[in-house]
């Protein structure tokens, strides 16, 4: 028996939760004219106005070595299409908009490796880690 391709369903939720946008830059070596190389600065995106939606998540990450600390993690996630080049350790700038298209918050900071589904991926940005 066939499983559902939840593939097909991308393009609606993509219409109807993909209401932030999301900068993407990444380090990339590059070799100068002169044959010497650099490394680009990762907050100089490579895409701009990248359609995503951001949430929040609180992680909880225990510290096995101090029995009395549990860190829990104040997270970014953000979900987008499939087909978006968003990779680990990627520079974001999400911007969450309202109705009429101005933004609301500003988040920066360096994403995780994006978890992919058949319709979406996943990437969490720490925020701020408590005790």
Request: aromatic residues 6%; proline residues 7%; hydrophobic residues 40%.
């Amino acid at each position: 028996m066939a499983g559902f391709d939840f593939g097909v369903m991308a393009p609606i939720l993509g219409e109807y939760f993909d209401t932030d946008v999301m900068d993407i830059g990444r380090s990339t070596l590059v070799t100068l004219p002169d044959g010497s190389t650099s490394v680009t600065d990762p907050k100089v995106p490579i895409y701009t106005n990248v359609p995503c939606h951001i949430s929040f998540d609180t992680v909880d990450n225990p510290d096995p070595v101090s029995v009395g600390s549990i860190p829990i993690i104040q997270a970014l996630r953000i979900n987008c299409a499939v087909g978006i080049d968003l990779q680990n350790a990627d520079y974001v700038t999400a911007r969450k908009l309202a109705a009429d298209g101005t933004a609301l918050e500003e988040y920066t900071g360096t994403i995780g490796a994006p978890a992919t589904s058949q319709s979406r991926q996943t990437a969490l940005m720490a925020l701020r880690q408590g005790v």
